[in-house]
């Protein structure tokens, strides 16, 4: 513990010392052409000089061509250290149809849009200063990936991620990553994203391994899903509970309140919808029930339980942080730079009114879910939410990850499990509950995009970057000291130093 906290307290030295030398203006890089795609491998542009600004630190961007007509966009930056060892994680915005680069720019990546939108800066706390990050935009349509394909569900999108990462992963300038440790993280509709992917990629590693197909195992370790919608069911009815009981201010009157109650619980309410959706699944009328659930619930049950409110971050009445990414990314110099091949939208309607139509956001990935759980190779799930943001609130997310229908024994032990606090930089920054490989954070002062924030005197992104590596690397979030411990464990180790020195004086060794 003591030598954890030195190499902690060393590391933060080294990286304030060096902080101002790793930050450079962006260097000018002529007009790149990636060529005609050919089906099955990448086009790429390396070390554009955009974002990632840390000296020798490899970054490329552009696509896999799944086929000859889609091409799926992405953006690699190696690990700042060690990159050979550590894992490879990918990251996945939801939406669904919301770009990746969202996540790069506004929240993990190796820098930060400004506050104009016009400028980046260097990321001190990016994740991938402890992991290899890939950031896929996807499905077909969304971001810069381009294409003719129609993807209308999650375990549809699933399959032409594994296709890409097949891809991917097979380049010899990535294959050195084919057996580290991989990740899938991701957020919001990525509580449905998370499970179907991490289970499909399994299945796929099982059909690998008994040779029915051809293809790279993917070592995965963790998935990390934040403010997910997971379970319609168990988490709708937190709306109702959130709108008056959240930490910060009410975001419905109480009329508004039981009008909502009334329209939820009523019979052929959203409630009876949802259920209707679930029991339809694998028939005929599972897009009818489902898309139907998604038009009542989320057009007429939740507008009136959040008017006048940002619902990614309820403390504001706008949606005005992060900043807006679009219009940087629309640059053609900075297209040109990074081998971008279509015109940026942050979101694609497109893509959105393909999954509505199918209801997949009503569907339940609960039992996706559990299934990654149990699976027998100890895979390190995070469930975690900040506390600001109403549209998958923290209260929904904890219910999903505490209802019956995770019916495990681990779930059995986790929901016996209380909370503690989670500390980074003696600052408490929320509280985590976990149990064997399933852990539950309610992260502090942060909305949907939960790296993107600050809390007290943490910078935006610390308390995210803490849970991350905390996470593949397989330590318990509780991990963490408050300010009083860090007092205490500062005086032990100077006991132990002044100790250590007398009994060297003295002749004596331990």
Request: with cysteine; proline share 4%; aromatic share 12%.
């Amino acid at each position: 513990m003591i030598s954890s906290l030195l190499s902690r307290s060393l590391l933060l030295v080294l990286c304030c010392a060096l902080r101002n030398r790793l930050i450079r203006t962006l260097i000018g890089v002529q007009a790149t052409q990636l060529g005609t795609p050919t089906p099955g491998t990448l086009r790429y542009v390396r070390n554009s000089g955009v974002c990632e600004t840390t000296p020798q630190v490899f970054q490329a961007s552009g696509y896999a061509d799944l086929t000859a007509t889609d091409s799926m966009w992405f953006w690699f930056f190696a690990a700042r250290t060690n990159s050979t060892n550590v894992p490879l994680v990918i990251w996945l915005n939801g939406g669904p149809g919301t770009s990746s680069m969202l996540g790069l720019f506004q929240e993990n990546g190796p820098c930060r849009i400004s506050s104009d939108g016009t400028s980046l800066s260097l990321n001190p706390y990016s994740w991938n200063s402890v992991a290899n990050m890939l950031y896929i935009d996807q499905p077909i349509g969304t971001g810069f990936s381009h294409g003719d394909e129609t993807v209308n569900g999650a375990k549809q999108a699933a399959k032409n991620v594994w296709q890409m990462l097949q891809i991917f992963l097979k380049d010899p300038s990535f294959s050195y990553l084919q057996s580290n440790e991989f990740g899938i993280w991701t957020e919001a509709y990525g509580g449905h994203y998370g499970p179907a992917f991490a289970t499909y990629f399994l299945s796929q590693n099982q059909a690998i391994q008994k040779g029915s197909i051809q293809g790279i195992t993917l070592n995965l370790k963790t998935l990390g899903i934040g403010n997910g919608l997971t379970d319609p069911l168990s988490q709708y009815p937190s709306y109702l509970t959130y709108s008056q009981s959240n930490p910060y201010k009410p975001t419905a009157t109480s009329a508004q309140v039981a009008k909502s109650s009334t329209m939820f619980y009523q019979s052929g309410g959203c409630q009876a919808l949802i259920q209707s959706c679930y029991k339809a699944v694998g028939i005929s009328s599972q897009s009818s029930a489902c898309s139907n659930a998604w038009s009542v619930c989320n057009n007429q049950y939740l507008p009136p339980l959040s008017q006048g409110i940002d619902q990614y971050d309820i403390r504001s009445t706008a949606n005005i942080f992060p900043p807006a990414i679009d219009g940087f990314l629309r640059n053609s110099t900075l297209l040109s730079q990074i081998g971008a091949e279509t015109n940026f939208s942050s979101q694609s309607a497109t893509v959105f009114a393909e999954f509505e139509s199918t209801g997949d956001w009503m569907l339940n990935s609960a039992p996706d879910l559990a299934s990654v759980i149990t699976n027998g190779n100890h895979i390190r799930v995070l469930i975690y939410a900040g506390d600001a943001d109403f549209l998958f609130n923290y209260i929904g997310v904890e219910s999903m990850a505490s209802v019956a229908n995770l019916t495990t024994k681990i779930n059995k032990s986790f929901n016996k499990t209380k909370f503690t606090d989670f500390f980074v930089d003696g600052v408490k920054a929320g509280q985590v509950k976990q149990s064997a490989n399933l852990a539950y954070l309610r992260v502090y002062g942060a909305g949907e995009e939960v790296p993107a924030y600050g809390w007290q005197n943490l910078k935006p992104g610390q308390a995210a970057l803490q849970f991350f590596n905390y996470t593949i690397n397989d330590h318990s979030l509780s991990r963490g000291f408050s300010k009083n411990e860090i007092g205490v464990m500062g005086i032990l180790i100077s006991l132990v130093m002044v100790i250590y020195c007398s009994m060297t004086v003295f002749g004596f060794m331990f």
